[in-house]
Every structure is written in structure tokens, then in C-alpha cells.
């Protein structure tokens, strides 16, 4: 059983040896723009690489930012596509996206459309979830991700059928094992296969998004701070789409 761990610090070449001297086959590192300091970067995936442990990928930027639904979705999904990539991680292998609270069951319906809406938006890579027990459940049932890893979080002592299980956390980092099929990367000779069905994010989903939304948003809020994140968004979406950027 493969043994892994996630962390929200940036691992360096001396902490990346000590864990893989410590056993562990792999880290749950956080697949988000460099603006956020636990950021993973592609000289980061390197060293990790290079240590011989896989990567596990995870975009979370708010611990709720699942209750935005499908649009979040679609937006969070067009950034994690474009971080994928910067980073140089491989077509075929998965993106988890973080439900890392416990939502109500009135709330499930609008994070499997959350889910489903970055599953739509990372046409190269295969959709996880990150989520309790019964996250993982929902959103499985409903056929919005492929993979799942839960926490044992909420989780009221159950364990579902996924992929990673996150049963203890700790300080600096926190502990996982693994069941196969993680959807992980780097150092594995086996990739998971690249899906040749697959489509770039549809410019028409971008448009869509950056007209009845990010547009109207941008208009009408006076914070700079807001206007300057809404802007940077609506570029990573004509980035994803292939869009030109304006």
C-alpha cells in the first residue's frame, strides 16, 4: 500500500529525500497560481521527481469554494488546467478538487455540479474529488469524478471506495495511503492514458462565462482588488480557450 502525504510548504531537495528516505511514495501538493505561497511550482515537481516520489495534484483555493457551483467550477477548472500545464504535469493524470468542509446535505447537489463543471473545463486531465465520506459518495454516484480521495475528516469513522485516504493529520503535513489507480505523477513509468476524445475548453463555455458573468462583475464592483482578480481570471479562461487575450 502506497504511502503518501500532503503539505500546504513547498518541499526543498533536503525535505524531499528525508521523506522519501521515511518510505513515502508520493505528496498531495496544491495545484494553484504562484500568487498563493503553497503553490506547486515546476521546479518544485522537479526536485520532487527527481527525490523519486510521485505527485499528486489538488486545486483549493477557500475551503468552500465548492458551494459556487458550476461556474466556479468551470473557472476553477480553466486555472487548474493552465497551472497543470505550467507546471508540466502529463495529460492523462488527475486533478483533485477540494471539498474541505462538511456541507449539508442541501448543499451536495451544488458540489457535484462544482465538480462536474471542472471536469468540464480540464478536457487533458482526469476530475478527482477531495471530500469526506460522504462527499466522496455523492459526487461518485452521481458521476462527476473518476477518482476520490477522503478524509477521514467528517467522516464519522467510515471509509468509502476511493482511490487515496487522508487519515491523519498533522502539524506540517498530513498522512495518506493509497489504493492504486491515484491518478498521480512523475516517476511512475506507467501513466494513466491519455483520453483521445478529449477537447480543449470550449471557447463558447469561456465566452459564456466572461460575458454573463465576468463582465457584468467587473462593472460593477469599485474594489481594485476585485476588478484586478476578476481581469486575471478572465485571462486564464481565454488562455484555456485559446481565446485572444484582451
Not at 57 to 81: H, N, P
Not at 197 to 204: A, F, S, V
Request: hydrophobic share 35%; proline share 7%.
Amino acid at each position: 500500500m502506497p504511502k503518501g502525504f500532503d503539505c500546504a510548504t513547498p518541499l526543498t531537495v533536503d525535505s524531499a529525500a528525508a521523506f522519501k528516505a521515511n518510505g513515502y511514495d508520493y505528496v498531495c501538493r496544491y495545484l494553484v497560481p504562484e500568487r498563493f505561497n503553497k503553490a506547486l511550482t515546476r521546479s518544485e515537481a522537479d526536485l520532487i521527481q527527481a527525490a523519486g516520489m510521485k505527485i499528486v495534484s489538488v486545486f483549493e483555493t477557500t475551503a468552500d469554494r465548492a458551494l459556487g457551483g458550476r461556474e466556479a467550477g468551470l473557472q476553477d477548472g480553466a486555472i487548474a488546467a493552465q497551472c497543470a500545464a505550467d507546471v508540466g504535469q502529463p495529460d492523462g493524470s488527475t486533478i483533485y478538487f477540494a471539498v474541505d468542509f462538511n456541507p449539508t446535505p442541501d448543499q451536495m447537489q451544488t458540489i457535484i455540479d462544482y465538480i462536474k463543471g471542472a471536469n468540464d473545463a480540464t478536457p487533458n486531465y482526469s476530475t478527482g474529488a477531495y471530500g469526506s465520506f460522504d462527499v466522496v459518495n455523492a459526487v461518485k454516484s452521481a458521476g462527476a469524478a473518476s477518482h476520490t480521495w477522503q478524509t477521514y475528516a467528517w467522516s464519522r469513522g467510515q471509509l468509502a471506495d476511493c482511490q487515496i485516504f487522508q487519515y491523519e493529520n498533522g502539524e506540517e503535513y498530513d498522512e495518506d495511503k493509497s489504493f492504486g489507480c491515484e491518478g498521480w505523477w512523475g516517476t511512475d513509468p506507467v501513466m494513466p492514458p491519455v483520453l483521445p476524445d478529449r477537447k480543449p475548453l470550449d471557447p463558447g463555455v469561456a465566452l459564456t462565462i466572461l460575458n454573463t458573468w465576468m463582465s457584468p462583475s467587473y462593472s460593477k464592483t469599485t474594489d481594485p482588488a476585485r476588478k484586478e482578480y476578476i481581469r486575471w481570471l478572465g485571462l486564464e479562461l481565454r488562455k484555456a480557450a485559446g481565446l485572444p487575450l484582451e
